[in-house]
């Protein structure tokens, strides 16, 4: 389900609300999402292009699932000529396929992109009003001076909305997310053109434990009702007539009406309920 959002800059994006069920057991993470609890669970709607909102043309779609250990995620990828050649961690995944999820909490979010290799990418963005000695950061993982950072300024679509209201982040480069797990299955032949595939699948598991600098107080675990801000996404590089369509196709699951994925006020609402799901 949708709503209008409200706030001032962003009040003609319609946000996504999807229902985070708990599993009854934890899940083993293979990439097989054949398996309960996955079987079980409500799929997202279809995934929609950034800036229009119109489907994408290539079917994606989430699922999630929680315990008192771990948020838990999946997507479903169609995808007729699975390919990726990057395999070195912190490659620049955007710049072929690569599905990505966004995490956000009220002064900071955090990026996990993915491909079909298995090969993440993470980064951890605050902004930097939030970043001030003796703030709830003020922590040596985002010391300014000896860690990898970079800025981000605001949209890439300055024509439409210009700087973020809010002003510039901070990007922690070489943050990785404490005991992150995830694991991926391509159903097909990986970069053979040859053939047609049917895709390939995403399973994830985030701990809770993991979470103190997104939660910033919060329950993690959350409690039953509580509303977490999520977004999550897929790039899809093509290439036509010789050479790469720029910039590459742009799908979530919330659209932004704008070709940027940094709009933590775009993302949809995650409410986590602590019904079980039944196997």
Excluded at 125 to 146: C, H, M, T, V
Aim: aromatic share 16%.
């Amino acid at each position: 389900m949708t709503e209008k959002k409200a706030a001032n800059d962003f009040s003609n994006i319609e946000l996504v609300t999807y229902i985070c069920y708990r599993t009854p057991e934890a899940i083993s993470i293979n990439g097989n999402l054949d398996k309960d609890p996955w079987t079980k669970l409500p799929k997202s709607s279809r995934f929609v292009d950034l800036v229009s909102g119109k489907p994408g043309f290539l079917d994606t779609r989430i699922a999630a699932a929680w315990d008192d250990d771990f948020f838990y995620s999946a997507f479903w990828i169609e995808e007729p000529d699975v390919r990726a050649t990057l395999k070195e961690r912190d490659s620049f995944l955007w710049l072929e396929n690569d599905v990505e999820v966004f995490i956000a909490g009220p002064d900071c979010y955090y990026e996990l992109q993915l491909n079909a290799l298995g090969t993440v990418y993470e980064v951890f963005y605050i902004w930097q009003d939030a970043l001030k000695p003796g703030s709830f950061f003020d922590r040596p993982e985002f010391n300014l001076y000896n860690r990898n950072v970079d800025l981000l300024a605001g949209f890439q679509d300055s024509s439409r909305y210009g700087r973020h209201p809010r002003g510039k982040r901070w990007a922690f480069m070489d943050w990785d997310f404490p005991g992150l797990k995830w694991a991926v299955k391509v159903d097909g032949t990986l970069n053979y053109s040859e053939d047609i595939d049917r895709g390939w699948t995403v399973e994830l598991a985030f701990p809770w434990k993991g979470m103190e600098m997104l939660a910033q107080g919060r329950a993690h675990p959350p409690g039953d009702g509580d509303i977490w801000r999520m977004n999550f996404f897929r790039f899809e590089a093509f290439e036509a007539n010789g050479r790469g369509i720029e910039p590459s196709a742009g799908w979530a699951l919330s659209a932004h009406g704008v070709y940027d994925s940094h709009l933590p006020e775009c993302f949809p609402r995650i409410i986590f309920f602590d019904k079980k799901i039944d196997y």
